[in-house]
């Protein structure tokens, strides 16, 4: 058994941060939005690419917390394709037993969007061949922070604070991925090297791997690559020896 194949039976979970959208238009004398519109076909092609290689989960950074602040021209757009995804790709996701979840604050989306999200989630939650979690919303300061709070409410209502060894896992439990497990791998596109807050907690001990592929441009070619270098690396978790060390 190849290095490869060894990695794709130990990974459990892969997160994208999509990026490199508008220098892709730009290169080409395009507007952003023709950039956008390339990267839902990227996002089609990395969910048949997790799919292919028996990925059980694939998170995708859609829209962060700290995008609104780009130009309202941009962002209805952005909102429009979110739309387009929505009704054109859930029948198609559920036909192929993907689950889709969402992550992210909702109250900010528009009502028709959280609709269609709620709609999703409900008609593909008993799927089971890939999870598809994309975060909408979403930074990784506000999850935690969020998650914070909620975990002191809970522990004033009960009046019993826990142990030392409780704390942690009773605060995961309270994040947006309760549910999902911590990513092996966080790709990265466009050559930027940093995470652009983004799952801050559940990337302890992930594995990065930046490419300089832009995200209209990546392929399941990228995502063989990315890993194929995860299985060259030597994951300790804080020890001497990793775990997974052969």
């Known amino acids: 058994m190849s290095d490869t194949e ?10 994208i941060i999509m990026d490199g959208n508008g220098r892709w238009a730009k290169s080409r004398g395009l ?5 956008h519109k390339q990267g839902v076909e990227a ?4 969910v048949r690419a997790a799919g292919d290689l028996n990925i059980p989960y694939l998170t995708l950074f859609g829209f962060s917390t700290e995008n609104w602040s780009r130009p309202q021209e941009e962002v209805n757009d952005l909102m429009g394709l979110l ?8 029948a198609d996701l559920h036909k192929n037993g993907v689950k889709l979840q969402v992550i992210g604050h909702r109250a900010a989306l528009a009502a028709d969007i959280v609709k269609m999200i709620d709609n999703a ?41 826990l142990s030392q060894d409780e ?19 966080l790709i990265r596109t466009s050559g930027e090297q940093r995470i652009s807050n983004f799952l801050l907690w559940q990337c302890a001990y992930t594995e990065f791997v930046f490419m300089d592929t832009l995200w209209p441009d990546f392929t399941k070619d990228d995502l063989d690559r990315a890993v194929k270098e995860f299985s060259l690396r030597d994951r300790r978790f804080g020890g001497v020896k990793s775990k997974n060390s052969r």
Not at 7 to 15: F, R, V
Not at 83 to 90: A, C, H, N
């Open 121 to 161: 989630e409900k008609l593909t939650k008993d799927n089971t061949n890939l999870t598809v979690c994309i975060a909408l919303n979403y930074g990784g300061r506000q999850e935690i922070l969020h998650a914070a709070k909620r975990l002191v409410e809970d522990q004033v209502a009960k009046g019993q604070p």
């Open 83 to 90: 739309r387009y995804y929505l009704k054109s790709e859930t």
């Open 6 to 15: 060894i990695a794709h039976e130990t990974i459990n979970h892969i997160a």
């Open 31 to 35: 507007p952003r939005t023709a950039g």
């Open 167 to 185: 704390i942690e896992e009773a605060f995961s439990s309270r994040l947006m991925t309760t549910e999902i497990p911590d990513p092996d791998i």
């Open 43 to 46: 996002a089609r092609r990395a």
